[in-house]
Antibody, heavy 125, light 107 residues
Framework: EVQLVESGGGLIQPGGSLRLSCAAS????????VSWVRQAPGKGLEWVSD???????YYADSVKGRFAISRDTSKNILYLQMNSLRAEDTAVYFC???????????????????WGKGTTVTVSS | SYELTQPPSVSVSPGQTARITCSGD??????AHWYQQKPGQAPVLVIY???ERPSGIPERFSGSSSGTTVTLTISGVPAEDEADYYC??????????FGGGTKLTVL
């Protein structure tokens, strides 16, 4: 069974750092597309970051330069290192397996077919 | 990046048909996907590539596309389908974008 389990969330002061983990089972993180998506309290879904099988990483403008996505192939775990945290980063963070096709230069197809239950990050003093 | 626009809410009586729209200028060129999210739970993919239904998703869920608008249709809505629904797409650089979400109320 394909499964994702996030951990590492908690209460952190503004300006602090936190590393989220996402343990995958039933598929290999290193050969798949994997994403982080977050949801602020009472708000909608917001894409945060992707990592591609070749190692390419992509970030939303709101986190670029502060967050870093990575993976440990030996442990089959995805990470999200979050630095310089702000109150607006408060959210439930989900990891999800991505499905990708590049139909043409202008038409990438990317959707997420398996999601974890999420881990909560609260940035507050 | 670009924006996807959804109505904040849609209401339907049990057994009726619910239609949730998602509009975006790039949708004629980009596929859209739909997720269902119930309170306190993770999103679940219900439609991908405008019209495709993942295995395990009931046949009452269907998708369509016309110009700058994609539509999620739920036929014969049961009370259990009350949830938030999000559309999602990707821009030409691969950045992902979600619509603001639509709360489906089954009265």
């Amino acid at each position: 069974e394909v499964q994702l389990v996030e951990s590492g969330g908690g209460l952190i002061q503004p300006g602090g750092s936190l590393r989220l983990s996402c343990a995958a089972s039933g598929f290999t993180v290193s050969s798949n597309y994997v994403s982080w998506v977050r949801q602020a309290p009472g708000k909608g879904l917001e894409w945060v970051s992707d990592i591609y099988p070749g190692g390419g990483t992509y970030y939303a403008d709101s986190v670029k330069g502060r967050f870093a996505i990575s993976r440990d192939t030996s442990k089959n775990i995805l990470y999200l290192q979050m630095n310089s945290l702000r109150a607006e980063d408060t959210a439930v963070y989900f990891c999800a397996r991505g499905r990708y096709q590049r139909l043409s230069e202008a038409s990438p197809v990317y959707y997420m077919d398996v999601w974890g239950k999420g881990t909560t990050v609260t940035v507050s003093s | 990046s670009y924006e996807l626009t959804q109505p904040p809410s849609v209401s339907v009586s049990p057994g009726q048909t619910a239609r949730i729209t998602c509009s975006g200028d790039a949708l004629p060129k980009q596929y859209a996907h739909w997720y269902q999210q119930k309170p306190g739970q993770a999103p679940v993919l219900v439609i991908y590539k405008d019209t495709e239904r993942p295995s395990g998703i009931p046949e009452r869920f269907s998708g369509s596309s016309s110009g700058t608008t994609v539509t999620l249709t739920i036929s014969g809505v049961p009370a259990e389908d009350e949830a938030d629904y999000y559309c999602q797409s990707a821009d030409s650089s691969g950045d992902l974008v979600f619509g603001g979400g639509t709360k489906l109320t089954v009265l």
